[in-house]
């Protein structure tokens, strides 16, 4: 009776990007078909951070996990990430934890495929220009759902305050797409987001950084970065030109959601939601109706989408031999 | 960047009672002077079982974690434990997952440790006989924790419906207590509680199965089994008699322990609760008053006990150099 143990590393070397797009779509088609248990986070609040816990069940599909992920905005000064993630894989059937996995690149990579799976189904087929308004981590993963669900991008703009993450992305981006579109390290955000056909932000703002006037008809945006009551990236007047407000979870959206500042101002209501993109997953709603409209998705980052992560990461560690196993669990203590 | 991993078989090895003894009846006092933070359990509900997860933080102590525990009562027949739990133990000044540990051994360790807190504030001094109803591996760690608190113990009873608990009990009876008192396997459970000083109860009943005529004034209950709506063991004429009923935590006492039954029935009322175990621990109510007073503990068992039995695990585990540390979390990922 032995559970897989698997770092970040490990997981890093597993998970496909494409693989992953698919598992989290999965993911939310099954919470817009109602077959998900997902109670809300539960948060614990430290003096320099926060803890959240986050449970689920993908009933149909058998997958249930525990996700406990901190946020600590200082971490940074002691050479440590913000963000640290393990997860507790559950099988369902017997309640034994089949698995712990280091989370981070696991919230990376299905925050990642959120975006390429809101781009697939609100961005034009064509387009040609992406913005990312943010240039670390998020972005990357961000770039790599963008990369395999839109064959047509041919450039990509990137902006952040900070020199030295722009140059970790480009350097990035070079590796693993410079032989397919063009890179420009825009001077500003405008700079970045004139024009762009998709924009997408992964910034912990809470004020406006992408402002309405810079904005065509026609644009989706990714809105990654609000994940707590405050944050916003986005000008309320391009959230009340959206034709389409696509969320994760309503609840968790309303709450914390790139749509939470404008709603506690009451420039928005819950009504304005057009639907959660599961629901257009499953075709219950449309997606993007046509070439002018702009839309907008924001993520607050679900359960189900770790749950379905993770579970692909076990799966292929099983299958290729990789991971540690181990006696957490003692055969002895037959309660 | 490395994290503990501690197995079931680890801890079992670092955990004396007598330190868990004092690591939770500090758990219990921080509560009582309102420095923890204790969110409710979220469950998840599986065909065949549940998951229970349970986070804290306890601020003054420097102690977080989040133990996360199945209850699935076929496993049995698969071969496999009802109950199985991991536990993650947090450093809130960085939220890093500092150790993953198996939790079954801490949960039985913390559960035996809060009934030998209510006995040595609840019992008289000098309880001669102690029946315990049920004879599993919670059986043992409350016997373990009443050995350790009551030195006034002359005759321990058991009396379980499997004869093969019984037989496991007694031969963990005789290697460990053998020389200290005698030890006697009662025919029924009324056998086992007649005149006896400490009644303890550590079985999944639905319905009573200790009676109110059986019991003699002055006697104290540790009602350790009942931890869901619906589970009950003890007559409620008892609860009616005792003078003092004492619960862990009031919300899940009424939701879940032993006086949930009877509330549900109208037979008591939340008020009926006397106080919560920490409140006696800090000095803020008083303990048993006279010789002749019944007095009823009720656990259904707290994430700040975990919390603090899991942390002293962890700090003899690096001080005897014991466990496997691993690289769950990526340095490269500095979100």
Chains 1, 2 share one sequence.
């Not at 109670?39 to 599909?61: A, E, I, N, Q, T």
């Not at 393990?86 to 309640?95: F, R, Y």
């Amino acid at each position: 009776m032995k559970s897989l143990l698997l770092t970040d590393e490990c997981v890093i070397d597993l998970l496909k990007i494409d693989e992953v797009i698919n598992a989290v779509e999965s993911a939310f088609r099954e919470k817009a078909l109602g077959r998900v248990q997902m109670p809300c986070k539960v948060y614990l609040f430290y003096d320099s951070g926060d803890l959240r816990v986050m449970p689920c069940y993908l009933g149909s599909l058998g997958v249930s996990s525990v996700k406990v992920v901190n946020s600590h905005p200082r971490n940074r000064e002691k050479g440590l990430p913000t963000v640290m993630a393990t997860i507790i894989l559950i099988d369902p059937e017997t309640g034994f934890p089949k698995a712990i996995m280091g989370g981070t690149w696991i919230t990376a990579m299905r925050t990642g495929a959120a975006g390429a799976i809101a781009a697939k189904y609100l961005a034009r087929k064509d387009s040609r220009v992406a913005a990312l308004i943010g240039a670390g981590m998020q972005a990357r993963t961000q770039l790599m759902g963008l990369m395999q669900v839109m064959d047509s991008l041919q450039e990509i703009r990137v902006y952040d305050i900070s020199p030295k993450a722009e140059k970790g992305f480009l350097k990035f981006f070079e590796e693993n797409y410079g032989d397919r579109c063009e890179v420009i390290v825009a001077g500003s955000a405008r700079e970045a987001v004139m024009d762009a056909d998709i924009v997408v932000t992964t910034t912990p703002s809470r004020k406006p950084i992408v402002m309405d006037d810079w904005i065509g008809d026609g644009t989706h945006f990714n809105c990654m970065g609000a994940d707590a009551p405050g944050k916003q990236e986005l000008d309320p007047r391009i959230l009340k030109r959206a034709s389409k407000i696509v969320v994760d979870d309503v609840e968790q959206a309303v709450h914390g959601g790139e749509i939470n500042v404008p709603i506690s101002m009451g420039l928005m209501r819950r009504e304005d939601i057009y639907a959660e993109i599961g629901e257009i997953v499953a075709g219950l709603k449309k997606g993007r109706e046509s070439d002018d409209e702009i839309t907008v998705f924001t993520s607050t980052g679900l359960a189900i989408q770790d749950a379905a992560a993770a579970s692909l990461a076990y799966e292929k560690a099983v299958e290729k031999g990789l991971g540690l196993y181990i006696d957490l669990i003692s055969e002895q203590l037959k309660g």
